[in-house]
């Protein structure tokens, strides 16, 4: 699919001026400068030696300094909130008050069994049993409870400025990353090796962003939480972020806010990595050189080294390296995927899918760019290079061997094949075009609906319509090329192009032609009633008859328009929307036969599995097409009414 229109040095300059990582890191340098400073200085901002009084009362409760002249508090400072703890170098504390829960236990804000050196302490914050905080800006309201080291490492930049390896992974499409980066503005970097302006242009952008957001010490922010962890360095952690029991947190930008926490918990260990708003990092899983967008997570040994992921894709137990992975990736068990570049996303990985056979003893320089919605299925071995971009919503069988191959057939299916078939390569596979939309509709509308209502991402605007220009221009121009060909029982891509290592029978090629033909015409009749709604609200109903010779600056409508000349001749606009009413009907009628196979399918293998499943005709997916159907036809039926005085045919 094209590269987006995305203008990645205007994003990288944006962020330049009003990320919060640039704004959280300015004010932390100005606090952490205090360290140094001079005593007018340090008076200004508030803070001032500590009485004699004080530094007694401070010795009897266990604390020592190693110069008490460097310990600067704020102004109604008390010493009773401070506790066996050692300070060496400059230490600049405000003032606790209140208390805060940890582990449901009520603990009064302050210092206890601590260790620091080179540190700010905010207001109202709790350190206790910290056995060293070295070199870091804490913020108000923060905790740092039961933590072995946080210190200063060798980097500055908090991971930003990295480069990973996308898509190939002896280099080739490296993307260097910044907090705010995007999958579009990724996408763009990677796919434009041969514009040396833009990728120079960018450069120069990133090397001013990486000086704003370098620090020499540690951030952690408001309300920000580090419990249970033995080392963390080199650390920006956003307001009300959460570290929690991970082993390992190591130069890493962690954004986040108080209603999108980001968390790294559970022996999770994360490295050289960026990770956005609302993300999460669990149960021992390994985040190393990677930037993860906004509300995705990696969790149940995961690993992911090398990539990008989407907003609201998750990665579990598998290993991810050098993709680029788009929203709603579904990657929940054991699998690979490597050296992808999958910015569209919205697809699934089965346990023990292969996707990354990208080398036969050679260099690992060879990488797949899987289509919208592509599911690879159970156990299945993808060989490199591999293209299915054109085939948007394909489906891999299970136990499925491919061979390197670009594929340009939307929503199909490629099997292994039942039997041999005389003068086909055993290693090829068998492609139905079309196949998800004529026997698995249901997964493609639900997918449709169900990625919008699982949508946390609140920066990323996605399109959740399936069918949509793009992608009617693909089935437009798969029917083309299955149109052109006949007269035989079984093609290959030399009778039809875009086949890639597969074979089709005429079977399919026939039902291929009929399903695509379906959808075009159902998309483009959809276009039809949303633009007679508007028409008719528009109170332009004499022009209707007009409708469908009349070209329109709407580029949407437009493309819809088109297609209903070419595919409905002579047929008008009430005559076109009972045949809209037929189609959804047919649709829902499909959606519900679709689930009905598994209840067939269960109820002859599982004795009692009418007692534990629910029937097609009461999911709640069937049910809600139905529904939304019974809406389209009242709907309809009201432009029928409307349009009741209007002739059937065009007026000429």
């Known amino acids: 699919m094209a590269v987006p229109n995305h203008d990645i040095l205007k994003a990288v300059e944006a962020a ?51 110069d008490w002249k460097q310990i600067w508090v704020g102004t109604r400072f008390d010493p009773k909130r401070v506790s066996r703890c050692e300070f060496s170098g400059p230490v600049l504390l405000s003032v606790c008050s209140g208390s805060v829960k940890v582990e449901g236990v009520e603990f009064p804000t302050g210092l206890s069994h601590a260790t620091l050196t080179w540190t700010v302490v905010g207001r109202n914050v709790l350190v206790r049993n910290a056995r060293l905080v070295n070199r870091a800006v804490i913020g108000d309201g923060a905790v740092l409870f039961d933590v072995g080291a946080v210190t200063k490492g060798g980097s500055d930049s908090f991971a930003n400025g990295t480069e990973l390896l996308l898509a190939v992974e002896t280099g080739g499409r490296e993307v260097p990353i910044f907090a705010e980066l995007t999958v579009e503005g990724a996408w763009v970097l990677s796919r434009s090796r041969s514009n040396k302006a833009l990728l120079e242009g960018y450069a120069g952008r990133l090397a001013d962003y990486v000086k704003a957001v370098s620090a020499p010490c540690n951030v952690i922010g408001p309300a920000a939480r580090i419990l249970h962890t033995s080392r963390v360095a080199d650390l920006f952690l956003g307001e009300a972020a959460v570290i929690d029991n991970a082993q390992q947190v190591e130069n890493v930008t962690v954004l986040s806010n108080s209603q999108e926490k980001t968390e790294i918990s559970q022996g999770a260990i994360v490295k050289s990595s960026i990770l956005q708003w609302g993300c999460e990092v669990t149960s021992e899983a390994i985040v190393d050189t990677s930037l993860m967008t906004e509300h995705s997570h990696v969790e149940r040994h995961g690993k992911v080294t090398h990539s990008l992921l989407g907003p609201n894709t998750g990665v579990a137990e ?173 093609y290959t891509a030399k009778e039809v192009p875009g086949l890639g290592k597969s074979y089709m029978s005429e079977a399919s090629r026939k039902r291929a032609i009929e399903t695509y033909t ?135």
């Not at 360290?35 to 009485?51: E, H, I, Q, S, V």
């Not at 159970?378 to 293209?387: A, E, M, Q, R």
């Open 318 to 490: 598998g290993e991810v390296t050098s993709a680029l992975l788009g929203p709603f990736v579904g990657f929940h068990h054991q699998s690979l995927l490597i050296a992808a570049l999958w910015p569209e996303g919205k697809g699934n990985v089965g346990y023990g899918a292969n996707v990354g056979s990208n080398h036969t003893a050679k260099a690992p320089d060879q990488e797949i760019w899987p289509g919208e919605g592509t599911f690879f299925g159970l156990g299945v071995n993808i060989k490199f290079p591999s293209d299915l971009t054109r085939s948007p919503y394909t489906i891999i069988a299970s136990a499925v061997n491919m061979l390197p191959q670009r594929v340009e057939f939307p929503f199909s299916l490629i099997n292994t094949p039942a039997a041999a078939t005389p003068g086909i390569s055993p290693a090829y596979n068998e492609i139905m075009p079309g196949w998800v939309l004529s026997d698995n509709i249901y997964m493609v509308k639900r997918n449709e609906g169900k990625y919008q209502k699982r949508n946390k991402a609140k920066r990323s605007r996605f399109n959740f319509e399936v069918f949509r220009p793009e992608i009617i221009d693909m089935m437009v121009d798969a029917r083309k090329r299955l149109s052109a060909a006949s007269g035989k029982e079984i």
């Open 16 to 66: 330049r001026s009003s990320s919060e990582l640039v704004q959280g890191v300015k004010a932390a340098k100005t606090a952490f400068s205090l360290l140094t400073a001079k005593p007018a200085a340090l008076a200004k901002a508030g803070y001032r030696l500590l009485t004699a009084a004080e530094i007694k009362a401070l010795k009897a409760q266990g604390n020592t300094a190693e």
């Open 518 to 652: 379906f959808y075009i015409r159902y998309y483009a009749l959809l276009g039809l009633k949303r633009e007679l709604s508007a028409w008719v609200a528009a109170k332009r109903k004499g022009e209707i008859p007009r409708l469908l010779e009349i070209s329109s600056s709407n580029l949407r409508w437009e493309h819809e328009r088109r297609l209903l000349l070419s595919e409905f001749p002579g047929v008008g606009p009430k005559e076109l929307l009972k045949i809209l009413v037929q189609t959804q009907e047919r649709i829902a009628a499909q959606v519900q036969s679709s689930k009905e196979k598994d209840d067939f399918r269960g109820a002859e293998v599982i004795e009692d599995y009418e007692d534990a499943h629910k029937p097609a005709k009461e999911d709640s997916f069937v049910k809600e097409t139905w529904g939304l159907t019974a809406k389209l036809k009242e709907e309809v039926q009201q432009l029928l009414s409307a349009l009741s005085s209007l002739p059937t045919q065009p007026v000429a």
